[in-house]
């Protein structure tokens, strides 16, 4: 059985060099003449095992499979407001940049505002009780999605403000839900604003008659705590009511009181 080639290293006997590793693999073409030379021919097996440049046959040892790595089957983008994040100040003393805080907004709104950063798109996040009353009537989605509204109102956002509002108007409500919805926007959202709230108005002043039976006294708390919402509902019903009537007798239309002599 041919030996396997080795090479001494100046300086160095054959007893004090470094044991050659025990081969693994058998070489199919005998040593080249030149023994000077450190290259060998290996056969198929050749990237089991090679020399160094001092003769040693090293074993190249596959490594272990990983096993794989499960992705969420949805990934939140609230996760990016507790992960690690890496501050960068950029200049120094007042031409360091500023951080901005948003103490007052909500959480889950922000992390909407961020997936629409990266997708174009967002997904409310779904209520953690499904006993909750709120999540079968459709209030908690209303409200969520005019959160992002208000959201990107601030921040300047058209495009986001369109994608909630288009959002809103998908969302299978209830009285209850359209009670706390209206509160919500006549309360969070500036009454130049009539995108949104021209609708809300609309809404009530064609439904009202029987809203106000399905909530109970919350109509009553609604019209009187939120003047604005009331005034605007009232002033809709009363444009209808008027384009029903001929305006010859709109004009004529003071009350004649009798008068007692």
Not at 93 to 109: H, N, S
Not at 127 to 155: F, I, N, Q
Not at 242 to 261: F, H, M, T, V, Y
Request: a negative charge; hydrophobic letters at 35%; charged letters at 25%.
């Amino acid at each position: 059985m041919p030996t396997t080639p080795q090479v001494e290293i100046p300086g160095e006997t054959p007893e004090s060099a470094h044991p050659p590793a025990t081969a693994t693999a058998t070489a199919t073409a005998p040593a080249p003449a030149n023994h000077n030379s450190t290259e060998v021919e290996m056969g198929g097996t050749q990237d089991a095992t090679f020399q160094d440049a001092q003769g040693l046959e090293l074993e190249l040892v596959e490594p272990e499979s990983e096993p794989p790595v499960k992705k969420n089957a949805r990934f939140n983008f609230l996760d990016f407001l507790t992960s690690p994040v890496v501050e960068i100040v950029v200049g120094e003393g007042d031409k360091q940049t500023r951080r901005i805080k948003l103490p007052e907004e909500d959480v889950d709104a922000f992390g909407c505002f961020l997936q629409f950063q990266y997708t174009r798109d967002y997904t409310v996040p779904q209520p953690e009780s499904s006993t909750d009353p709120a999540v079968g009537d459709g209030s908690e989605k209303l409200l969520r999605h005019a959160r992002v509204y208000t959201l990107a109102d601030k921040l300047g956002l058209p495009a986001l403000k369109s994608l909630a509002h288009s959002k809103i108007h998908k969302v299978k409500s209830s009285p209850h839900a359209e009670h706390l919805y209206a509160r919500y926007v006549y309360t969070n959202i500036p009454a130049s604003d009539t995108t949104i709230r021209k609708p809300v108005a609309s809404y009530w002043a064609s439904h009202s008659h029987t809203l106000r039976h399905e909530i109970g006294d919350n109509f009553k708390k609604l019209c009187l705590e939120v003047p604005e919402f009331s005034f605007d509902v009232l002033t809709l019903i009363l444009d209808r009511k008027e384009k029903q009537i001929p305006s010859d007798e709109i004009k004529g239309s003071a009350r004649k009181r009798r008068r007692d002599l």
